[in-house]
Each structure stands twice: as structure tokens, then as C-alpha cells.
């Protein structure tokens, strides 16, 4: 998106999520009105077979601040959220789901702290999730910061702000969405945690399971390490004119 009207770009993964992007509409729309920051969204459909291409294609048709990309096929949330970062033109990106578990009025909670700070990410407080699903993820929370040191409470929480130079510089591979706090933090950056409202999903499915949530992860522990040893992070102190 090469808008220059806007400062936040919103980006939005889809995966079979007809039931819920009407209301994920009704509900930014409501927040770009009032936000403290001129934004605009981006849906990200990653290869979605129900409906929600062409509710997609209406909801960008009748508001010129959402747009999208589609994907060929599904490729997986880590994907989404990349292409999500290359193709934003504004100084700072958002991350929200779209079955808005989550609300986005919760982004001026952690607006306040850009300046400062160049990942905020909440933290999801009163969690609407049950039991096994709640379980799973605090596991998958203790494993992950065991093994990349990011102190990170809830990395998973689907509202961040990023700034998106820090963003661009984030190398892609699969289960990349559990690393964002730690990939900033290899690039020297400052990573702020911010309580955020936790509301419980009212339509369609979750897409990842107990194995999604706590084996996979550990699993991607080992592929962030490996990515560790041979991280480049660097900064310019000038260049010519």
C-alpha cells in the first residue's frame, strides 16, 4: 500500500473467516473514525475457500481505507503476517485478528508508546479462551521464553503496533508470529507488553490446536536459535549525499 495519507497500516490475516468480517468492518471502521493515529487496513486472505474473498472485495470496495492482497493458497498465519509487513508503506504497522478476539479500540492503549518504544504488544488480560486452549498457550509461553530470554508474557496476543523499518528487517520462516517481541529485540529494539481487553470468539473456528500451541512451538524454538547464530542486525551512522 502506498497511501501517504495514513500512519498506521492495519493488517488483518484471513483464513475462512466469512462469519466474522462483517462485524471486524463494522467494528474498524467505528475505530478509524477516532483514532489517534490516521489509519488504514489491509486483509491478507490466505487462501481462504469459504466466502471471505469476496466479502473482502465488497468491504474494500465500499471504504477506500481497507485494502487486500490474496493469496495463491493457504501458506499459514507466519506468511500472512510477512506479506502483511512488506507491502505496508506507513511508519507503523498493527496487527489485529479478524475474529476480533481482540478489539481495536485497544490500539490507542498502546499508541501512546511509538516514541519510545518500537514493538508494543499486548497482553491479554480475563482470557475468554477455555481451559485446554488456555493451558496449551501458557506452556507454548514458558518453552518460547525459556529459549529465546524475549520475557515476553503473551507473545501471542494478536494486537501489536510495530514500527515498520524494525518490521521489514524481520526475517521470514514458518511460526515467525510466535518470535516478533524476540526479532525486535535482535535488532536492538525496545519491546513494551500493555494489558489489553480478551473477548471470546462469537463465530467460525480456531485454527490452531493443542499440537499448534505447544509442540510446534518447541519445535520453532530450535529454528529460532539456529536463525539467531546467523542473524545480521546493523545500523548505518551515515553515507554520502
Known amino acids: 500500500m502506498s497511501d501517504t495519507n495514513y500512519t498506521l497500516t492495519i493488517i488483518i490475516?484471513?483464513?475462512?473467516?466469512q462469519d466474522n468480517l462483517n462485524r471486524a468492518q463494522n467494528e474498524?471502521?467505528?475505530?478509524?473514525?477516532?483514532?489517534?493515529?490516521?489509519?488504514?487496513v489491509l486483509f491478507i486472505n490466505d487462501g481462504s475457500n469459504d466466502k471471505s474473498q469476496s466479502i473482502?472485495?465488497?468491504?474494500?470496495?465500499?471504504?477506500?481505507?481497507?485494502?487486500?492482497?490474496?493469496?495463491?493458497?493457504?501458506y499459514g498465519l507466519s506468511a500472512?503476517?510477512?506479506?502483511?509487513?512488506d507491502h505496508a508503506a506507513t511508519p507503523l504497522i498493527g496487527y489485529i485478528d479478524a475474529d476480533l478476539q481482540t478489539h481495536p479500540d485497544d490500539f490507542e492503549l498502546l499508541l501512546p508508546y511509538v516514541e519510545e518504544f518500537d514493538l508494543?504488544?499486548?497482553?491479554?488480560?480475563?482470557?475468554?479462551?477455555?481451559?485446554?486452549?488456555?493451558?496449551?498457550?501458557?506452556?507454548?509461553?514458558?518453552?518460547?521464553?525459556?529459549f529465546t530470554k524475549d520475557g515476553m508474557t503473551d507473545t501471542n496476543c494478536p494486537l501489536k503496533i510495530i514500527k515498520t523499518d524494525y518490521a521489514k528487517r524481520i526475517p521470514m520462516f514458518r511460526g515467525l508470529h510466535r518470535f516478533l517481541?524476540?526479532?525486535?529485540?535482535?535488532?536492538?529494539?525496545k519491546v513494551k507488553q500493555i494489558p489489553v481487553r480478551h473477548f471470546e470468539r462469537i463465530a467460525g473456528t480456531a485454527k490452531f490446536g493443542v499440537w499448534n500451541r505447544s509442540?510446534?512451538?518447541?519445535?520453532?524454538?530450535?529454528?529460532?536459535?539456529?536463525?539467531?547464530?546467523?542473524?545480521?542486525?546493523?545500523?548505518?551512522?551515515?553515507?554520502?549525499?
Open 28 to 40: 474498524l471502521e467505528g475505530y478509524l473514525e477516532k483514532a489517534s493515529a490516521t489509519a488504514c
Open 215 to 241: 509442540v510446534g512451538p518447541l519445535m520453532d524454538c530450535f529454528a529460532y536459535l539456529w536463525m539467531k547464530r546467523k542473524y545480521i542486525s546493523y545500523k548505518v551512522a551515515d553515507k554520502s549525499k
Open 13 to 17: 490475516p484471513v483464513y475462512n473467516e
Open 181 to 189: 517481541p524476540a526479532m525486535i529485540l535482535l535488532q536492538n529494539g
Open 120 to 146: 508494543i504488544t499486548g497482553v491479554r488480560s480475563n482470557r475468554q479462551d477455555s481451559f485446554i486452549k488456555n493451558l496449551s498457550s501458557t506452556i507454548a509461553n514458558t518453552v518460547r521464553r525459556w
Open 56 to 74: 473482502i472485495e465488497s468491504i474494500c470496495k465500499s471504504n477506500s481505507a481497507f485494502k487486500y492482497i490474496s493469496f495463491d493458497k493457504n
Open 80 to 85: 500472512a503476517i510477512k506479506a502483511g509487513f
